[in-house]
């Protein structure tokens, strides 16, 4: 085998892609990736699945129909023979070339053509894998494979294959940006498209020959962890996050990892007009909008963003308002599906009807930002966080952040913010209440500015990428060499 003496064609591979299709921070970075790469010259091409986009007259951004077909039957464990279908469609951003693929039959589109980015994620992925591979044999190999969290590790993993039966050692990167534990028997592998064959894995001291299924395995098939034993490097998004994933799956793989931090285009000049004078109207804006509960205008205002999930803990900010009481706070939220949870935090509102209130609505991009500005702090009380992408855009307008200590958000806050324990809303409200009253000093806004500037602006993102891209280089040539 031969691995690529330098890289310049660059497959990344994901469900997510900001502008196009995005449920979280995810689909931010993988833009971020993309689009950075393509302004240093490199040929970025993102892989996809549609999920039903192509189908939507309304989605905002042009598709044009691809010379492509990948039809074929896969062998389920009843031993019966099951038809896949499937197409694509290509749109160009920024320099980026992103194919998104869609089902071209029923049974195909059924599933793979769900809106929900995450419906039938498992069967998403195994058909996804299948037309990776597919589009790869029908317009050629890249010289490196990036694959971002679990959904696309089989993608990756699979034309990381077909290049080593072609004689291709591919460098690829897994970029993971969440951990999840979704495992699944090996037939699931070969129901994806992966042939059970020898070939060569890193094993610290060398490679060596192992089945794929005999690396399935020994992680019970794990899919995340399959994606760790096979990647040249494995990276993440921060040294935090790091270090929670070496104690997941062992201190072996630091040698074969890396870091790529996250960054954000968010601009004080975003922001200019709007003084601190303008908090409540901006606020009676959002009322406008929907909210549950209410604000009485009569304290300091506190921002909390994201999708309303557990794991941001919103629960936790809203009870820390019992020890705050010259805090509001205003809860932006998205829907994650967790129904339950939305509830339950709708409930806690009403009961602090007055000191909160949660906005379920679409917030236009000048009156989200505007708040941002405006608020008194950003609160993060999350259960855990790998980056916190809402940290630095709150951070580039000058506004600080009460977080908790969890995953890379110590990292990312460094100073000019305050860190409370987890799950603790009486220490989480005693510090909205020192910022409300002044008793808690915030850093000037411009030293903040700077702090983000110098060290989460896209080219930050691109030069820790390269650096991982060659990393993987490296490990593939090693993998070439392997006799």
Sequence with gaps: MYAPERLRRIYIITFEYGGLVKVGGLGEAVRQYAVGLASRGYDVTVLMPSHGRHLDPHRGFDLYPLDFKACGNRLGQDGRAYPYCIGAEITFQNGVKIVMFKGLDYATGHVFDR?????????????????????AERFGLPDLIHINDWPT???????????????????????????????????????????????????????????????????????????VVEADIVSTVSYGYLEELLRKYGDWIREKSCVI?????????????????????????????????????????????????????????????????????????????????????????????GKAALSMAKIPPKLYKALHYVAKALVMPSRWEPFGISAIEAMA????????????????????????????????????????????????????VQYVDNKFRLRNTVEMLEYCYEKARQFAYFRAITP
């Design 153 to 227: 590790v089989l993608a990756g993993v699979a034309l990381k294959d077909l290049g080593e039966r072609r004689g291709l050692a591919i460098p690829t990167l897994f970029t993971i940006h969440l951990s999840w534990d979704y495992s699944f028997p090996w037939h699931y592998a070969e129901w994806s498209g992966l042939a059970n064959r020898q070939h060569l894995v890193w094993r610290v001291c060398c490679h060596r020959f192992e089945h794929y299924s005999a690396v399935w395995d020994e992680g019970w098939g794990s899919v995340e962890r399959f994606g």
């Design 261 to 353: 931090y996250n960054s954000t285009d968010w601009s004080i000049t975003d922001v200019e007009g709007v003084t601190e004078a303008d908090t409540w109207r901006l606020v009676e804006e959002v009322e406008r909008l929907g909210v549950d509960g209410g604000l009485d205008k009569n304290g300091a205002l506190f921002l909390a963003v994201g999708r309303v999930a557990s794991q941001k803990g919103f629960d936790i900010a809203i009870k820390a308002l019992d020890y705050a009481p010259h805090a509001r706070l205003l809860i932006l939220g998205m829907p994650a599906g967790e129904r339950g949870y939305e509830e339950y935090i709708r409930g806690l509102v009403w009961e602090r009807r």
């Design 397 to 448: 307008l000058g506004t600080p952040v009460i977080a908790t200590k969890v995953g890379g958000l110590p990292e990312v806050i460094d100073g000019y913010g305050v860190l409370v324990e987890p799950e603790n809303p009486q220490e989480l409200g005693r510090a909205m209440e020192g910022m409300a009253t002044g008793v808690i000093k915030a850093p000037p806004r411009a030293h903040i």
């Design 115 to 135: 809106w929900g980015v995450y419906e039938y994620t498992e069967e998403k992925a195994a058909l996804f894998a299948r037309a990776v591979v597919a589009f």
